[in-house]
């Protein structure tokens, strides 16, 4: 085996590594935003049980279900707010 093999080996090895790297890189990131937007719907979905529990005191009610609490989640203490007023003004 000349040099110019092994190097050519080398470099084949380094080339699929770098393509895993990126395949692995590029499934990776998509994952932790799915898992961080789940994560803040339930979050979300607690706040509205808590705000809900809290606010049968005064009669005050905002629905839970999927689409509520991933807004709670993305928009957080506006979200609430905004479901409130879509609530109870539209």
Excluded: R
């Excluded at 005191?57 to 707010?81: A, D, E, K, R």
């Amino acid at each position: 085996m000349d040099m110019s093999m092994e190097i050519g080996i080398l470099l084949a090895y380094a080339f699929g590594i770098l393509v895993l790297y990126v395949v692995g890189y590029v499934f990776l990131v998509p994952i932790k935003i799915l898992l961080k937007l789940v994560c803040n719907s339930i979050i979300g979905g607690v706040l509205i049980l808590i705000i809900n529990w809290v606010g049968s005191l005064w009669g005050l009610h905002i629905p839970l279900n999927l689409i509520s609490s991933v807004i709670v989640g993305i928009l957080g203490i506006p979200g609430v707010i905004l479901l409130f007023l879509f609530t109870y003004f539209l």
